[in-house]
């Protein structure tokens, strides 16, 4: 139908995938970065002389309009509202082999945490769905906020950044604020609402926990150097001094020896 079919050749296996791997987990990133370099970026690209490869109004926005590979002299065809490449490989890179998979070793323990609160989202994004014809739109916003602001938090995670569990304490902070907010409705503390609760409570408590345990290790370690630098001098100095003493030793000899 797109004129893009080619047979597999049992000497070059098919990669599946991007020609360019993601190396994020970043999902507003993951979402919007590829709209961005072909809307934006694209059109100002520079060959290696620094001249442009779309030069002029009319050829930036023909980057914007026409497939992701089209430059400047390659030819187009229409296809439908839109045009389409004559030659889909056209210029297409190979990708790099072998494939290396973006997968930064995370701890087991936010491994399980993600695990388990991907589940919770799960249950919040079905009743979600359920009454999100009842909720207004103050209320229909908070929840796509959350479910956003969760999933960078998970990313954060994945990616190791140094701030994920700041944020996610951060996260828990505001879903307890908004869950004391909806006590005084007309629900109340409902059983659902005190379990949501109490698994953020816990989930501030871990991290706060697991922030000051590597702060304090931290904290040992640089004491524990400090401690073991003073020592390596003297021993050093020491050192020093006998082969300093060898040295006027083996000079005394000689000179008798002239003598």
């Not at 797109?2 to 990669?15: C, G, K």
């Not at 938090?153 to 140094?162: H, L, N, P, S, V």
């Not at 609402?193 to 904290?219: G, N, Y």
Request: with cysteine.
């Amino acid at each position: 139908m797109f004129n893009t079919f080619e047979a597999e050749r049992s000497t070059d296996p098919p990669i599946y995938g991007l020609i360019t791997n993601e190396n994020s987990f970043n999902q507003i990133y993951l979402q919007f970065h590829t709209l961005w370099d072909l809307l934006l970026l694209k059109g100002f690209m520079k060959d290696k002389k620094g001249e442009p490869l779309f030069p002029g109004m009319v050829n930036k926005i023909k980057a914007i309009i026409y497939p992701p590979g089209w430059f400047p002299g390659v030819p187009v065809t229409p296809f439908f509202h839109w045009m389409s490449m004559v030659d889909p490989a056209h210029k297409v890179p190979e990708p790099s082999k072998p494939v290396v998979k973006y997968s930064p070793p995370a701890r087991i323990i936010v491994k399980v945490y993600v695990a388990v609160s991907f589940i919770l989202l799960l249950a919040i994004f079905f009743h979600f769905e359920y009454d999100r014809i009842n909720l207004s739109y103050l209320e229909c916003s908070v929840k796509i906020a959350y479910f956003v602001v969760t999933m960078q938090c998970f990313g954060a995670f994945f990616d190791m950044k140094w701030y994920a569990r700041y944020i996610e304490i951060a996260r828990c902070c505001g879903v307890l604020g908004y869950y004391a907010f909806l006590m005084f409705d007309h629900i109340g503390a409902g059983t659902h609402r005190l379990f949501v609760i109490s698994l953020h409570i816990m989930a501030i408590l871990l991290w706060t926990t697991d922030i000051l345990i590597e702060k304090f290790s931290k904290c040992c370690c640089h004491k524990n150097n400090q401690s073991i630098a003073p020592e390596k001098s003297i021993v050093k100095k020491s050192i020093d001094d006998r082969d300093l003493e060898r040295a006027n030793n083996e000079i005394k000899t000689i000179s008798k020896c002239v003598e």
